[in-house]
């Protein structure tokens, strides 16, 4: 025997033979778990380098927050909604062999897709290991009767496990999900339960991010995102308990075991998030307003930045409001004064030069502390326009043209119309 010669069979090149094992472990659901863990040890890392109080107040806001975004992630792709084993079962291995095994054997559902298990007792029976776990997914699309080209994918899978020549026990429970008529529906009813969750839990996993955003802005509403988050995934629990199927699935094997299925590990963790999310948003809710500066500090927000710009409108609009009402008042009193005195002389002006006395009520500019969020954003109109060009002056003007053009101008600013004729009639030049 050569160096070159190992695992090579006359002359051909080498060749291993394929090692059949069963997939034990999903990993896509692998993966979301490994991504979550790598952002919580990032985050960690920075905690040392965070000096009092603010160390623990981070750790414990990453914390939770994580664990929301990872429990809707999993609880969207696992296979755990639904579940049920049944250990030292007889049953027939495969088809032409006639010959029985006893073997464990499990099914999982989740939202796209049924798993199915088959475990031998002992493992190793008639000279093969038997460790089966096959997966039969029904995204999306319902499809035809019948197992053609046009069927739905569970039936199209289904069709080709049986060519493969799958164990009996594998093939009987996913036929149960290949009925579609009259009463017996379980594929379709599973199948739109889970289409329905899913759509609830990709709107919360938005809403999540949404809430993590606002809390660093606007603590209330931040509340509310976390509010609506729980309740998409609360949502999504009570519709998969009640569309996923309107019979009762019972896979019967033996008089003795008979698959009856209950809730599992997923549907749980979304309830229990959803729960959790609910009570949050209501408790930091009621804490921005009761003590707004205790769960500023917790939050590490700065409790004026969004008050100050509310006060400040407040006051505003309550001065605007007083305003008014002077004014009101004033107008009341000068009707009575003059509906009481109406054939009275008018009384002559104390002082004239009381007419050229002009008043800018112009209201004081808001400062950039005092401008609203949506303000901040907007473009300054005021600034891009110019101001009008002087009017022409005339340069052999007299000294009474100019006289009667400032004086129109010091009427026009009285709030009256600059008309030259009303403008004599106050100065008393008219002929």
Avoid at 119 to 143: A, D, M, V
Avoid at 266 to 281: E, F, K, R
Avoid at 346 to 366: C, E, G, L, W
Wanted: glycine share 6%.
């Amino acid at each position: 025997m050569g160096l070159y010669t190992a695992f090579r069979k006359n002359g051909a090149p080498t060749f291993y033979e394929s090692a059949k094992t069963p997939f034990a472990a999903d990993i896509l659901e692998s993966g979301l778990i490994f991504c979550i863990v790598i952002l919580a040890f990032s985050f960690y890392i920075v905690l040392p380098g965070i000096r009092g109080k603010e160390v623990l107040f981070t750790f414990v806001r990453i914390t939770v927050s994580l664990f929301i975004g990872a429990s809707i992630l999993l609880s969207n792709f696992a296979m755990s909604w639904e579940e049920s084993v049944i250990t030292n079962t007889t049953t027939k291995y495969k088809a032409g062999t006639g010959k029985d095994i006893r073997a464990e054997i499990g099914l999982h559902i989740g939202l796209r897709g049924v798993n199915i298990t088959l475990k031998g007792e002992p493992e190793t029976q008639l000279n093969e290991t038997i460790n089966y776990n096959e997966h039969f997914s029904w995204e999306w699309r319902q499809g035809r009767l019948g197992f053609g080209p046009f069927a739905g994918r569970f039936a199209r899978e289904y069709r080709a496990a049986q060519f493969r020549g799958l164990p009996l026990p594998v093939l009987w429970i996913a036929e149960y999900f290949t009925f579609d008529g009259e009463g017996v529906r379980w594929g379709r009813f599973y199948r739109q339960a889970g289409w329905y969750t899913h759509i609830l839990l990709w709107t919360a996993f938005p809403l999540w991010v949404l809430a993590n955003i606002l809390f660093f802005v606007l603590l209330r509403y931040g509340a509310y995102m976390l509010l609506l988050t729980g309740i998409c995934m609360v949502s999504g629990n009570i519709i998969w308990a009640t569309v996923r199927n309107f019979n009762t699935l019972v896979i019967p094997f033996s008089a003795e075991h008979i698959m009856m299925f209950s809730f599992s590990s997923a549907y749980w963790l979304c309830l229990i998030t959803g729960i959790m999310c609910i009570v949050l948003g209501i408790v930091i809710y009621i804490l921005d307003l009761r003590f707004p500066r205790h769960i500023a500090t917790f939050f590490n927000v700065d409790v004026l930045q969004d008050s100050e710009e509310i006060q400040v409108e407040e006051i505003h609009a309550a001065e605007a409001e007083e305003r008014k009402d002077n004014d009101d008042e004033e107008d009341e009193d000068v009707e009575k004064r003059t509906n009481g005195a109406s054939n009275a002389p008018r009384p002559q002006t104390s002082n004239d030069d009381d007419i050229y006395d002009v008043r800018f009520d112009i209201p004081a500019p808001k400062m950039r502390s005092e401008r609203t969020f949506t303000q901040r954003f907007q473009k300054n109109r005021r600034k891009t326009k110019r101001p009008p060009p002087p009017p022409p002056q005339q340069e052999n003007s007299s000294e009474e043209e100019a006289y009667e053009n400032a004086e129109a101008v010091r009427f026009y600013a009285k709030g009256k119309r600059a008309n030259p004729r009303d403008v004599q009639l106050e100065m008393g030049t008219t002929s």
